[in-house]
């Protein structure tokens, strides 16, 4: 049984033991499940039984399962909880889990909390929440082991034994100065690989890869992902080790950016909520206002068709081909804008020039449109009867459209890019309409050179 089709199971036999009220035999369930697929099965229940799901589990298990649930849930079950067990569970989670927890609550309910966490938690929760979103300051977690580069390597694993359990990892040690500045990395298989009296100082890597509190969380991301690391040091303007990312939570940060730039290419506001357990009419407002704008600026492509009415009305066939050439136009642009957008947030096209990616974009759209074109010419020449002339029109502007088409999707992110906004987002009603409005302005022209109308 795959781990989705077991998931699907304990679900299912979760929601019907809860309906029979067999509470003893859910919570012997959920004994072997791990805590991420329990949540996933929380998630799926009915309001009314996520509260009675959660109280099955042991405090510990609890506070592990609740930081793998959806933000709403999350605020959802803290309305239901007890005051101490809310501030049970909100203490004992990862202070960069409970600063993502805090974020979405309101702020009554967050001072609240964090005046009744511990003296310790409550630092290091307010330290996260001091740094602006989406920087490495707010994603990090302060729970890391430090230590001075005079220690033995016997030394530094009795330290990591009696620290163990107080930080998020343990796979790098990072050695630090009396000014707690970053000096250097050890990794435990260097630790554990070494002689005993070695020091740290001996067997650390100097050059370190780190970044900053302020720096933006995908390039966090690109970094982590770029050395193969298990976690990211972050450093003050002071160059002091103040937290590090972990793995766990870059994967969480490229879903969601992966996810806002899917939801902007198709023109959807998005911020950051579950797209699917949003009330319809916020979901209505997200999408609309994309609509709206393509709404009015079609209405340019409309009003040029009705000015050629004339032209229309001698050589009906032409108005028969509209659709045809904007939907490829429309295509052939959303192609180029999602190849460049993706490689701008890659840094696929890093090493080259925005001038270079049109140019090889343009060319690719004036293959397609050739090939599209001669295909489409030869194929209306033969179901009009013989009518070449408005078979070739059409052939001609659609290798004109394709052209212009790649070349508007592949330059617009840039520009877009150019002014701080997102290049997702913009480029594709832009793209969308300008395709439209340039590609029956050019099939006209084409058709009335043809035709000599």
Same mark, same amino acid.
């Given at each position: 049984m795959s781990r989705s089709e077991l998931r699907q199971l304990v679900r299912s036999q979760l929601q019907m033991l809860l309906t029979q009220g067999n509470l003893q035999g859910a919570k012997a369930l959920l004994v072997p499940v791990q805590p991420v697929d329990i949540a996933e099965a929380i998630e799926g229940l009915e309001e009314s039984q996520q509260v009675i799901a959660f109280r099955l589990l042991s405090k510990a298990e609890a506070i592990e399962v609740y930081e793998h649930l959806d933000s709403a849930i999350q605020q959802a079950l803290i309305q239901k909880f007890k005051h &101490?067990?809310?501030?049970?569970?909100? =203490?004992?989670?990862?202070?960069? =889990? @409970?600063?993502?927890?805090? =974020?979405?609550?309101?702020?009554?309910?967050? /001072? @609240?909390? #964090?005046?009744?966490?511990?003296?310790?938690? /409550?630092?290091?929760?307010?330290?996260l929440l001091g740094y602006e979103e989406d920087t490495a300051g707010r994603i990090m977690t302060p729970e890391y082991i430090s230590l001075k580069d005079y220690l033995t390597v016997t030394q530094t694993l009795d330290r990591i034994r009696s620290l163990a359990n107080a930080s998020e990892l343990i796979y790098y040690l990072y050695v630090t100065n009396a000014s707690r500045q970053l000096m250097g990395i050890v990794s435990l298989r260097d630790l554990v690989v070494s002689a005993p009296d070695k020091t740290l100082g001996e067997i650390m890597t100097r050059d370190v890869v780190c970044v900053h509190t302020n720096t933006d969380q995908e390039e966090v991301a690109r970094l982590i992902q770029r050395y193969d690391l298990l976690? #990211?040091?972050?450093? $003050?303007?002071? &160059? @002091?080790?103040? +937290? !590090?990312?972990?793995?766990?939570?870059? *994967?969480?940060?490229?879903?969601?950016?992966?996810?806002?730039?899917?939801?902007?290419? %198709? %023109?959807? &506001?998005?911020?950051?909520?579950?797209?699917?357990?949003?009330?319809l009419l916020t979901v209505a407002r997200k999408r609309v206002v994309w609509l709206l704008i393509l709404l009015g600026t079609n209405t340019i492509t409309s009003e040029i068709i009705r000015s050629q009415s004339e032209l229309l009305t001698k050589v009906v066939a032409l108005a028969a081909f509209i659709p045809l050439l904007t939907g490829t136009g429309g295509n052939v %642009?959303?192609?180029?804008?999602? !190849? !460049?957008?993706?490689?701008?947030?890659?840094?696929?096209? @890093? =090493?080259?020039?925005?001038?270079?990616?049109?140019?090889?974009?343009?060319?690719? +759209?004036? *293959?397609?449109?050739?090939?599209? %074109?001669a295909i489409a010419t030869v194929y209306f020449y033969l179901s009009l009867q013989n009518a070449f002339a408005v078979a070739f029109s059409? +052939?001609?502007? #659609?290798?004109?459209?394709?052209?212009?088409?790649? !070349?508007? +999707?592949?330059?617009?992110?840039?520009?877009? /890019?150019?002014?701080?906004? $997102?290049?997702? *987002?913009?480029?594709?009603?832009?793209?969308?309409?300008?395709v439209d409005v340039a590609g029956v302005l050019i099939y006209f022209k084409i058709a009335r050179l043809m035709l000599g109308l």
């Open positions: &101490q067990e809310v501030l049970d569970i909100v =203490d004992q989670m990862s202070p960069d =889990d @409970r600063a993502k927890l805090l =974020d979405e609550l309101p702020a009554k309910v967050v /001072r @609240r909390l #964090l005046s009744q966490l511990s003296p310790k938690e /409550r630092q290091a929760t307010a330290l976690a #990211l040091p972050v450093v $003050d303007l002071e &160059q @002091r080790l103040v +937290g !590090v990312v972990t793995v766990d939570d870059v *994967l969480d940060i490229l879903e969601q950016e992966a996810t806002e730039d899917i939801y902007a290419l %198709g %023109g959807v &506001q998005s911020d950051g909520d579950n797209y699917f357990q949003t009330n %642009g959303a192609q180029s804008s999602t !190849v !460049v957008i993706r490689g701008l947030n890659t840094d696929e096209i @890093r =090493d080259l020039g925005p001038l270079q990616v049109i140019w090889r974009e343009g060319l690719a +759209g004036l *293959l397609l449109g050739t090939f599209l %074109g059409v +052939g001609i502007s #659609l290798v004109a459209i394709s052209t212009l088409a790649s !070349v508007a +999707g592949s330059s617009l992110p840039f520009l877009f /890019r150019s002014f701080g906004l $997102d290049p997702a *987002l913009m480029s594709a009603p832009f793209i969308t309409t300008a």
